[in-house]
């Protein structure tokens, strides 16, 4: 008896019985070992860069608050005071686009953020 899978098994599943497929000895799972397994995330690491996000969050705006009430100084002028808010804008970003990656449940607007943080960089 030759078991007949239809539609075929992909990704080195073997037909076993009629349209059943073993993944067992593969990477994926699904009725044809099509589709990969959701592997879990470590909630450590994600708590450590929510945390690291977090403070960089503060810091940033600790420091565009210090270069606002700082930006007749000398060495704020010489370094231009919009190219540093410039780049403190982006390191914002970066921090929030990382929270974002941390988070499991999306609401409809955090989908829109993260494809607008997605699609920031051309």
Do not use: W
Not at 61 to 67: A, D, L, M, Q, R
Not at 77 to 100: E, H, P, Q, R
Request: charged share 15%.
């Amino acid at each position: 008896y030759l078991p007949k899978c239809n539609p075929q098994c992909v990704n080195a599943g073997k037909c076993v019985n009629d349209n059943l497929c073993d993944c067992s000895k593969t990477s994926f799972t699904g009725k044809t070992c099509s589709e990969y397994y959701k592997q879990k995330r470590n909630k450590i690491t994600d708590y450590l860069f929510l945390f690291l996000s977090y403070i960089l969050i503060a810091l940033t705006i600790t420091v565009f608050v210090g270069i606002y009430f700082y930006r007749k100084n000398q060495i704020i002028k010489a370094a231009s005071y919009d190219f540093l808010n410039f780049m403190l804008v982006g390191i914002l970003l970066n921090a929030l686009y990382i929270i974002f990656q941390i988070k499991e449940h999306f609401t409809k607007t955090d989908c829109y953020f993260y494809y607008i943080f997605d699609n920031l960089v051309c």
